[in-house]
């Protein structure tokens, strides 16, 4: 059975509530939780854990033979996606458009 997505939906509910009806179901705002949210920042405020003991291990490669940086976007990209060379240097073709 074949469906029709681009028909407008028409639902029994649509035609019995008023914007009256569907203002009174959505809850007021309370600006208290928001206020009481901001002033207490848990751990991520100004007294948060110090991080600076934590040593962070990170294994970085050397540029491949397929590889270049942009100079536009300072990314690195596959050479398929090489559009130029400039006198400054490479650049993608995401760049280069």
Do not use: W
């Amino acid at each position: 059975m074949a469906t029709d997505y681009d028909a407008p939906r028409k639902n029994d509910d649509d035609d019995t509530q008023s914007i009256e009806a569907l203002k009174e179901r959505v809850p007021e705002k309370s600006s208290s939780v928001d206020l009481e949210d901001a002033d207490n920042l848990g751990d991520f405020g100004e007294g948060g854990h110090d991080l600076s003991d934590v040593e962070l291990n990170v294994v970085v490669l050397p540029p491949q033979e397929h590889e270049f940086t942009c100079i536009e976007c300072f990314l690195v990209k596959h050479r398929s996606q090489l559009a130029k060379q400039s006198k400054l240097g490479p650049v993608c073709t995401e760049c280069n458009s």
